[in-house]
């Protein structure tokens, strides 16, 4: 690392972004706003989303649409073109100049023409390569035609939504391009954080396909080993409804906030009833439940609606879009929407901490800008830091190695974070209490003697951590915590904000116990403003950030399923920001990741253009901004479906040459994008009339012969066997003492340098590992082990047995 300016943690880090579109992008802009240098590599012509705008509003000659200038503002621009050996020479001279490349340029991008993570580390041995493609790199799918709309077919999201009787419904607003780029940024770092420490770079080979898998399925294929038979299809309910001036979001995540839910709308019955407990159980009388949550929601204004649930502690929260959120009450007053030097509005850096700034907006680069200067740079040898452990050959690093974690957080969003330290080194120890143990323990468990065991998703969230139960309302638990807090690096929950402050554990007194500590707080709404005190789960912060609006029927809202671990990477970000700062100060500092926040960038899209060029965008159900046609079409086979996507001119060519090149087909109009997207009705007619005289796998095999990215509906429960993610070793199979040999998904990345096995232990029953940390670590005896479980401040069944 060259000598940095104090004001920013990665001021210093150079980064090659070679990537286009929306993915890599979205992950050097992350970078770029901790100080780091972002060196933009374009092709020829340059990154096609300068001439693109999501709203379809035409740009002026020369001029870069809303969306680019957010993604890479800041960032400064060279043309490479890496098909001459001039381009590929400045790649391999800015090389030595670097520590990051990321790009996404595919199995055919860079290894053929010499410039693969090899050869570019044999330039520059600490530089760390992020490749993000949509199998990854190797594999028997890894040249298979494929963009974000294909994914989602295959990884079973599009046919677990919708309603039966109006057919599958994808999730809008590129939501994966997003979520790849959230990773991307994620797994950038930490390979920097084990170069930095080894002396040895990394290649993260990142898959879109089994990031998504991670993301937007809550652990189908765990759920499906614990429950055989097919997914239904679904919508959340109760989840958007119609107020009078309006629509409402709601979350009833836990059987009381059912209940409640029921007694406000004036239909406790409901909640009496146990075919209705669980939200797939009342898919079956749906309109019934509908007619009842209408008749009351149409009734009310949002605002009334809000206030009542909120006061019932029942998770709610308005809709938003890119023309309501600006305004927005709570966002307004804690200042998330900043100007862009652009001039339109954009989300601020999506994590605020304590002591160490983000950079405001940059200017985005004209193409080419600063050739002259980063040429001149590609010449001059520059210092790259020393690592900092002694051994530069010593074999690579795990990124946290050696990082201690008091793990206090529940349910998703923050299990999935600390998920991401064990993956990669840490040692986390998970903190329950008997009295309330982890809710989602009990979400789509397995039936048997020990439900709290076998919940799906706890499981996917939870390997490779230790567990312990202490009652921090008891005096004996709370100390028994601090001394835990005394010997960690970091501290992690996310409660509703009252929380800690109940237990008197909030800031100051952890602060006090170890003033080397990270404290990361991942609150629904934030720890200020006027929401900062209601109750919200990702659905809700879906719900509000846009990302809803514009996913599902153009009718109806559906919320997407993936905050929880959105949040969650962009808060581990965050910690390795503050990790990095402590490095140079030693000390700790609070880190504050509401997941609102990296919802409204998720769905920055909105709020960009309608501030741009003042068109709200709305859904359009199937149908994309990006690529048309866009779909899903009915097969032959009975209840077979396909998805498919075309992004581009030559797809397209490729998609005349299969049907026969037939007359409609070949109207001029059709030749680009803006004239496919308007004739889309006609297309669908065409396309749907070609899927229905052919079997799904027919289909699908021919349009991807042509180039046409293609996939079959894939059922969630159904995924495994698959040949890409068996080659990947995708999944990793563990022995759990109650669901016997299970097969866990682990990162979606292959490296190399590291073993390729991220999972080192089962998830944890409860209370595991009370006699390993309170007895042997903390140095309890068993005489004091055996008095704290028979006040029930430890223990390992939940106290209610």
């Given at each position: 690392?060259?000598?940095?300016?104090?004001?920013?943690?990665?001021?210093?880090?150079?980064?090659?972004?070679?990537?286009?579109?929306?993915?890599?992008?979205?992950?050097?802009?992350?970078?770029?706003?901790?100080?780091?240098?972002?060196?933009?590599?374009?092709?020829?012509?340059?990154?096609?989303?300068?001439?693109?705008?999501?709203?379809?509003?035409?740009?002026?000659?020369?001029?870069?649409?809303?969306?680019?200038?957010?993604?890479?503002?800041?960032?400064?621009?060279?043309?490479?073109?890496?098909?001459?050996?001039?381009?590929?020479?400045?790649?391999?001279?800015?090389?030595?100049?670097?520590?990051?490349?990321?790009?996404?340029?595919?199995?055919?991008?860079?290894?053929?023409?010499?410039?693969?993570?090899?050869?570019?580390?044999?330039?520059?041995?600490?530089?760390?390569?992020?490749?993000?493609?949509?199998?990854?790199?190797?594999?028997?799918?890894?040249?298979?035609?494929?963009?974000?709309?294909?994914?989602?077919?295959?990884?079973?999201?599009?046919?677990?939504?919708?309603?039966?009787?109006?057919?599958?419904?994808?999730?809008?607003?590129?939501?994966?391009?997003?979520?790849?780029?959230?990773?991307?940024?994620?797994?950038?770092?930490?390979?920097?954080?084990?170069?930095?420490?080894?002396?040895?770079?990394?290649?993260?080979?990142?898959?879109?396909?089994?990031?998504?898998?991670?993301?937007?399925?809550?652990?189908?294929?765990?759920?499906?080993?614990?429950?055989?038979?097919?997914?239904?299809?679904?919508?959340?309910?109760?989840?958007?409804?119609?107020?009078?001036?309006?629509?409402?979001?709601?979350?009833?995540?836990?059987?009381?906030?059912?209940?409640?839910?029921?007694?406000?709308?004036?239909?406790?019955?409901?909640?009496?009833?146990?075919?209705?407990?669980?939200?797939?159980?009342?898919?079956?009388?749906?309109?019934?439940?509908?007619?009842?949550?209408?008749?009351?929601?149409?009734?009310?204004?949002?605002?009334?609606?809000?206030?009542?649930?909120?006061?019932?502690?029942?998770?709610?929260?308005?809709?938003?879009?890119?023309?309501?959120?600006?305004?927005?009450?709570?966002?307004?007053?804690?200042?998330?929407?900043?100007?862009?030097?652009?001039?339109?509005?954009?989300?601020?850096?999506?994590?605020?901490?304590?002591?160490?700034?983000?950079?405001?907006?940059?200017?985005?680069?004209?193409?080419?800008?600063?050739?002259?200067?980063?040429?001149?740079?590609?010449?001059?040898?520059?210092?790259?830091?020393?690592?900092?452990?002694?051994?530069?050959?010593?074999?690579?690093a795990l990124p946290f190695a050696g990082l201690r974690v008091v793990d206090l957080t529940a349910f998703w969003a923050g299990p999935f974070a600390t998920w991401l330290l064990a993956a990669l080194g840490a040692d986390v120890v998970k903190v329950e209490s008997t009295q309330r143990p982890d809710g989602m323990r009990?979400?789509?468990?397995?039936?048997?003697?020990?439900?709290?065991?076998?919940?799906?998703?706890?499981?996917?969230?939870?390997?490779?951590?230790?567990?312990?139960?202490?009652?921090?309302?008891?005096?004996?638990?709370?100390?028994?915590?601090?001394?835990?807090?005394?010997?960690?690096?970091?501290?992690?929950?996310?409660?509703?904000?009252?929380?800690?402050?109940?237990?008197?554990?909030?800031?100051?007194?952890?602060?006090?116990?170890?003033?080397?500590?990270?404290?990361?707080?991942?609150?629904?709404?934030?720890?200020?403003?006027?929401?900062?005190?209601?109750?919200?789960?990702?659905?809700?912060?879906?719900?509000?950030?846009?990302?809803?609006?514009?996913?599902?029927?153009?009718?109806?809202?559906?919320?997407?399923?993936?905050?929880?671990?959105?949040?969650?990477?962009?808060?581990?970000?965050?910690?390795?920001?503050?990790?990095?700062?402590?490095?140079?100060?030693?000390?700790?500092?609070?880190?504050?990741?509401?997941?609102?926040?990296?919802?409204?960038?998720?769905?920055?899209?909105?709020?960009?253009?309608?501030?741009?060029?003042?068109?709200?965008?709305?859904?359009?159900?199937?149908?994309?901004?990006?690529?048309?046609?866009?779909?899903?079409?009915?097969?032959?086979?009975?209840?077979?479906?396909?998805?498919?996507?075309?992004?581009?001119?030559?797809?397209?060519?490729?998609?005349?040459?299969?049907?026969?090149?037939?007359?409609?087909?070949?109207?001029?109009?059709?030749?680009?994008?803006?004239?496919r997207h308007a004739a889309h009705d006609r297309l669908d007619a065409e396309l749907g009339a070609w899927c229905a005289a052919r079997t799904c796998e027919a289909a699908v095999e021919a349009l991807l012969a042509a180039g046409v990215p293609a996939h079959p509906l894939v059922n969630g429960h159904r995924v495994m066997?698959?040949?890409?993610?068996?080659?990947?070793?995708?999944?990793?199979?563990?022995?759990?003492?109650?669901?016997?040999?299970?097969?866990?998904?682990?990162?979606?990345?292959?490296?190399?340098?590291?073993?390729?096995?991220?999972?080192?232990?089962?998830?944890?029953?409860?209370?595991?590992?009370?006699?390993?940390?309170?007895?042997?670590?903390l140095g309890l005896s068993r005489e004091e082990l055996a008095e704290l479980r028979a006040k029930q401040i430890v223990g390992e069944r939940p106290a209610w047995l």
């Amino acid at each position: 690392m060259a000598p940095r300016d104090p004001a920013w943690p990665l001021a210093g880090l150079r980064v090659l972004d070679l990537s286009r579109e929306i993915s890599g992008p979205y992950a050097t802009k992350l970078l770029w706003d901790a100080g780091a240098d972002v060196v933009k590599l374009e092709p020829p012509g340059g990154d096609p989303l300068r001439r693109w705008t999501a709203s379809g509003v035409a740009l002026a000659p020369g001029e870069d649409g809303a969306l680019f200038q957010f993604l890479n503002a800041g960032k400064r621009s060279a043309v490479a073109d890496l098909d001459t050996e001039e381009g590929r020479g400045l790649l391999r001279a800015l090389a030595a100049t670097a520590d990051l490349v990321v790009e996404d340029l595919g199995p055919q991008g860079l290894a053929p023409r010499g410039l693969g993570a090899d050869a570019l580390r044999e330039i520059q041995p600490r530089l760390c390569v992020l490749s993000i493609s949509p199998f990854g790199l190797t594999g028997p799918w890894a040249e298979r035609p494929a963009n974000e709309w294909t994914l989602q077919a295959a990884i079973g999201i599009i046919a677990r939504r919708g309603l039966p009787e109006r057919g599958p419904v994808g999730v809008g607003g590129r939501v994966p391009e997003w979520l790849a780029g959230a990773w991307a940024a994620w797994g950038a770092l930490a390979a920097w954080r084990s170069a930095r420490r080894s002396g040895r770079g990394l290649h993260l080979d990142l898959s879109s396909f089994e990031a998504m898998l991670l993301c937007m399925t809550q652990y189908h294929d765990l759920n499906g080993q614990f429950h055989p038979g097919d997914l239904v299809q679904y919508v959340d309910n109760p989840s958007i409804e119609p107020a009078r001036d309006g629509w409402v979001g709601f979350a009833t995540v836990t059987s009381q906030q059912w209940q409640d839910f029921c007694a406000m709308i004036g239909a406790p019955d409901l909640a009496q009833d146990p075919r209705l407990a669980a939200a797939d159980q009342r898919m079956r009388e749906l309109p019934r439940i509908h007619a009842l949550i209408h008749a009351w929601t149409r009734e009310r204004s949002v605002a009334e609606i809000v206030e009542i649930a909120s006061a019932m502690r029942i998770p709610v929260a308005p809709i938003g879009n890119g023309e309501t959120l600006p305004e927005t009450d709570h966002f307004r007053e804690r200042g998330v929407f900043v100007r862009n030097p652009g001039g339109f509005l954009q989300p601020r850096t999506p994590w605020r901490l304590e002591r160490t700034p983000m950079r405001p907006p940059g200017r985005a680069p004209q193409l080419d800008e600063q050739a002259a200067e980063i040429r001149a740079e590609a010449a001059r040898p520059r210092r790259v830091g020393a690592p900092t452990c002694p051994a530069p050959d010593a074999p690579a690093a795990l990124p946290f190695a050696g990082l201690r974690v008091v793990d206090l957080t529940a349910f998703w969003a923050g299990p999935f974070a600390t998920w991401l330290l064990a993956a990669l080194g840490a040692d986390v120890v998970k903190v329950e209490s008997t009295q309330r143990p982890d809710g989602m323990r009990f979400v789509n468990a397995k039936q048997g003697s020990a439900l709290w065991e076998c919940g799906s998703i706890y499981h996917g969230a939870n390997t490779g951590k230790r567990a312990v139960t202490l009652r921090l309302d008891a005096p004996e638990g709370r100390e028994l915590l601090l001394r835990l807090v005394r010997d960690a690096d970091v501290v992690i929950e996310n409660f509703s904000v009252r929380v800690l402050e109940n237990f008197d554990l909030d800031w100051p007194v952890l602060r006090a116990t170890n003033p080397r500590a990270v404290l990361v707080r991942m609150p629904a709404w934030g720890l200020d403003g006027p929401w900062r005190d209601r109750v919200g789960f990702a659905m809700n912060v879906e719900q509000a950030c846009g990302l809803a609006w514009l996913s599902g029927y153009p009718d109806l809202a559906m919320v997407v399923n993936a905050c929880d671990p959105v949040g969650a990477l962009h808060a581990m970000l965050a910690l390795d920001l503050a990790l990095l700062e402590r490095e140079r100060t030693g000390a700790g500092q609070l880190v504050e990741v509401p997941l609102v926040e990296p919802g409204l960038n998720f769905a920055a899209a909105q709020v960009v253009e309608h501030s741009a060029y003042g068109v709200r965008l709305d859904r359009t159900g199937n149908r994309g901004p990006a690529a048309a046609p866009q779909g899903v079409y009915r097969c032959a086979g009975a209840g077979e479906w396909l998805a498919l996507a075309v992004a581009s001119d030559a797809q397209w060519r490729g998609l005349r040459r299969l049907l026969g090149d037939p007359a409609w087909a070949r109207d001029p109009a059709l030749d680009g994008a803006a004239g496919r997207h308007a004739a889309h009705d006609r297309l669908d007619a065409e396309l749907g009339a070609w899927c229905a005289a052919r079997t799904c796998e027919a289909a699908v095999e021919a349009l991807l012969a042509a180039g046409v990215p293609a996939h079959p509906l894939v059922n969630g429960h159904r995924v495994m066997p698959n040949p890409q993610l068996e080659h990947r070793r995708f999944f990793e199979w563990l022995e759990h003492p109650h669901t016997g040999r299970t097969r866990y998904p682990g990162l979606p990345f292959r490296c190399d340098e590291l073993a390729n096995a991220w999972l080192r232990r089962a998830p944890p029953t409860l209370g595991q590992h009370n006699d390993e940390v309170l007895g042997g670590e903390l140095g309890l005896s068993r005489e004091e082990l055996a008095e704290l479980r028979a006040k029930q401040i430890v223990g390992e069944r939940p106290a209610w047995l």
